[in-house]
């Protein structure tokens, strides 16, 4: 058996990488894989496996790896500032290409990509945030602004102040989105009063209100408008009290 010395490690290092990066080109990595992969580019003299499973065990999965804040992902051993940095730009190229898209074609009507722009926007947000979208008459994206950020369970929308931006921009349409960071449940009681006050104000300015969203603890994405309440949004279900209830 050979003894193991640092330029064997040197050597076993340096074909485990390039068997990593022809997995990659081949299309055989698991996100696992890809993690380790983006790991060894942002450390590039060090076995970067420990880390890549210490970020696992910390967060669940890759997905909520790259949604870390940056504070947390400097608490798991390994992780420095530049490679924190690296994992957030990661993340953030994703968000951007998303609203350059949205910015360029229709995408209203496109559920899936409507879904993945509100997860980009708000997942694995500690606290609640608020993000209006506002659309032109061709429902392209015009703006993407949050509109507030508040605690871990609660924030506001402010219905004069959504159409005084809509009518700024010279949007025709508006969709409403907001995470639950710390909750599965669906929309509460007050985010269907709230959608109803949107909704008024922005109508008495010929300004439609298309939907509201929210993304919730495990990235699953609801619409009002899927579950038939947009309209009748200040009288909620009985199901939605419950839900409400529980939040």
């Given amino acids: 058996m050979a003894k193991k010395t640092p330029n064997n490690d040197l050597l076993f290092h340096a074909g485990h990488r390039e068997r990593l990066k022809q997995k990659f080109l081949d299309g055989h990595t698991s996100s696992a894989d890809m993690l380790e992969l983006l790991l060894m580019y942002a450390i590039p003299r060090r076995d970067v496996r420990p880390v890549a499973r210490a970020l696992l065990q910390r967060f669940g999965n890759v997905y909520f790896v790259l949604h870390a804040p ?13 490679v924190a ?26 559920e899936k990509f409507i879904r993945d722009l509100c997860r980009e926007l708000v997942a694995g947000h500690t ?27 609660e924030t506001g929308f402010y219905p004069r102040e959504i159409c005084k931006r809509a009518i700024t921009l010279n949007a025709t349409s508006v969709i409403m989105l907001h995470n639950h960071p710390t909750s ?5 009681n007050q985010d ?14 010929q300004i439609s209100l298309l939907d509201h969203l929210v ?17 009748r949004s200040s009288k909620p279900s009985d199901d939605q009290k419950s839900q409400e209830d529980k939040k």
């Fill in 215 to 231: 993304v919730l603890s495990n990235a699953t994405v609801h619409s009002l408008r899927e579950m038939a309440l947009l309209d």
């Fill in 184 to 188: 599965e449940n669906s929309f509460s």
């Fill in 127 to 153: 606290v609640e945030e608020a993000f209006v979208l506002y659309l032109d008459e061709n429902f392209r994206l015009l703006a993407s602004e949050m509109h507030s950020r508040g605690t871990i369970n």
């Fill in 192 to 205: 269907l009063i709230i959608t109803s006050e949107v909704e008024s104000v922005l109508k008495s300015n």
């Fill in 70 to 82: 940056v504070e947390d992902l400097l608490s798991v051993p390994g992780i420095g500032r530049g």
């Fill in 85 to 110: 940095l690296i994992i957030k730009l990661f993340r953030e190229l994703p968000t951007v290409s998303y609203l350059e898209e949205a910015k360029e074609t229709r995408f209203l009507g496109n």
